[in-house]
Each structure stands twice: as structure tokens, then as C-alpha cells.
């Protein structure tokens, strides 16, 4: 189902598309980027067990909308960097991503994602991916699926290897509370975006620009008032990519 609060169509040269990745460009259900490496039995499992103690203790200040936003960022950013040190203690090495990517099928793309992202390539309109996962990942998964168009940008957390060896996260880290302090000079001429997401946070993503919100609410049905509120379109179900944007862009056709 599309609950619809703001409408206005859109020409394709003046658009732009800026997206979350997990859980938003991939299916609800589908493992994130940086559960791929947690759920691999290709790394040491003392490294899952750290990483799972990690986010157990901060996943729910993430969530907890009682914690002032300044102060639930600096927690946010603490936690990204412990993550990083757990990247290097562990010793993961280049060679072992090769081995998840080619042994696993977590990560799942939206059904009508594909032909969106060839659509938005056609139509020259840029595609911005912003996420608090592993750059390195979505890159190597979208070229995987013959999806990596010249029109898509990623704003993401690329890892450093050093002799083969995953060192660190490239500066500046990115976690769900500090998209907003990113700039696109990708989309300075053109006028309007459509913003994906599936969480709440997500929204902050375009601060500063305007844009048509689209929140996937897809697991948590208690959520969507919250969602209803907060975005300007809201999708549930098996409501897509496509059906936004025959709706929103002009001459789009699926």
C-alpha cells in the first residue's frame, strides 16, 4: 500500500534520488552489510560474538528518542569507531570478503530496484546512495548485479586495507545520525529529490534540500502513525521503487 501526503511531478532534469541502502535499496528481510561479515563462517566467530555485544548495548540508544539527538550522535560515533577497531583486531583480510560475496546470498535487492536504477541511468538522473554500512560492499554487490551506472554515487564507509589486511574506515565515518551533514555538489542544479529510507533518521539525510520523503514501513505496523507523520510517502507491503516513480517522475514508464 502508498499512503500519499505531498504530490508534485517532477521533470526528470531537474530530479535527483537520494536512497539509504539496507534495508531500503535491499529487502526488509535481507542481511545488512555489516551483518554479512558478523554471520560469515569465513570470520573468526569471536569477531560475531564482539560485534553482536556491540550492538546490543548500542542499537537501543539508536532507537530511544528520549536521548537528545547531539548527545545520541556522539554515542553513535563512539560506536562506529569500536567497530573499527574490531575490524583490525580480527585480522579480516581482503581475500575473506571475496569469499562472502561469492558463497553468500544475504544481501537481496528490492524486486523492481534493478530496473529503477536502469531507468533513473536513462533518464540522466543522478542517484545518490547514503549508508551507515561498508561502501566497499554495496559497490562490489551493485556491480555483481550489472546495477553500478555511471549517474550513482556512494556515500558510505569504505574500509582500509593494508597488504591485503582491513586496517580501519576511511575518515569521515558514517553513522544513521550524521547523513545530515553530507553535500551533494552532484545535485546543485537540479531542484527537487526523492528521498528513500526506513527508518525515521533516515529523513535527516536531505537536510538542507528539498525533497519528497519516502519511508518503507515494512516490518513494524505499530510504526506507521510515526511514519505517516513523518514522511510525505509512506510504503508498506509490496509497495516499490517503481510505483514511486511512475507516480512522482515524468515521463517514467515501467
Not at 547514503?130 to 562490489?140: H, L, M, Q, R, Y
Not at 507491503?237 to 517514467?252: D, L
Amino acid at each position: 500500500m502508498i499512503f500519499i501526503r505531498k504530490f508534485k511531478r517532477l521533470d526528470p532534469k531537474e530530479t535527483f534520488i537520494l536512497t539509504d541502502f539496507d534495508r531500503t535499496l535491499t529487502e526488509h528481510d535481507s542481511s545488512t552489510c555489516w551483518g554479512l561479515l558478523e554471520e560469515s563462517p569465513y570470520v573468526d566467530e569471536d569477531y560475531a560474538k564482539e560485534s553482536l555485544r556491540i550492538y546490543e548495548y548500542y542499537r537501543p540508544i539508536e532507537i530511544n528518542q528520549a536521548i537528545p539527538f547531539d548527545e545520541k550522535t556522539k554515542i553513535m560515533e563512539k560506536w562506529f569507531r569500536e567497530v573499527a577497531l574490531l575490524l583490525e583486531k580480527y585480522h579480516i583480510y581482503e581475500e575473506t570478503i571475496e569469499q562472502i560475496f561469492s558463497h553468500s546470498n544475504g544481501l537481496r535487492l528490492r524486486k523492481d530496484v534493478k530496473p529503477f536504477l536502469g531507468r533513473m541511468n536513462e533518464l540522466g538522473i543522478p542517484v545518490i546512495i547514503v549508508s551507515a554500512g561498508i561502501g566497499n560492499f554495496i559497490e562490489k554487490y551493485l556491480k555483481q548485479e550489472n546495477c553500478l551506472y555511471d549517474n550513482i554515487t556512494i556515500h558510505s564507509n569504505f574500509l582500509i586495507y593494508e597488504n591485503g589486511r582491513i586496517v580501519g574506515i576511511k575518515e569521515p565515518i558514517l553513522h544513521s545520525l550524521n547523513k545530515s551533514t553530507l553535500t551533494y555538489p552532484e545535485v546543485w542544479d537540479r531542484k527537487t529529490g526523492i528521498l528513500f529510507g526506513d527508518q525515521i533518521e533516515d529523513k535527516e539525510t536531505g537536510k538542507g534540500l528539498s525533497t519528497i520523503s519516502v519511508g518503507f514501513c515494512d516490518t513494524n505496523i505499530h510504526s506507521l502513525p510515526e511514519f505517516k507523520k513523518e514522511f510525505d510517502v509512506v510504503l508498506t507491503g509490496s509497495s516499490s521503487y517503481e510505483q514511486v516513480a511512475r507516480t512522482y517522475i515524468k515521463r517514467y514508464k515501467a
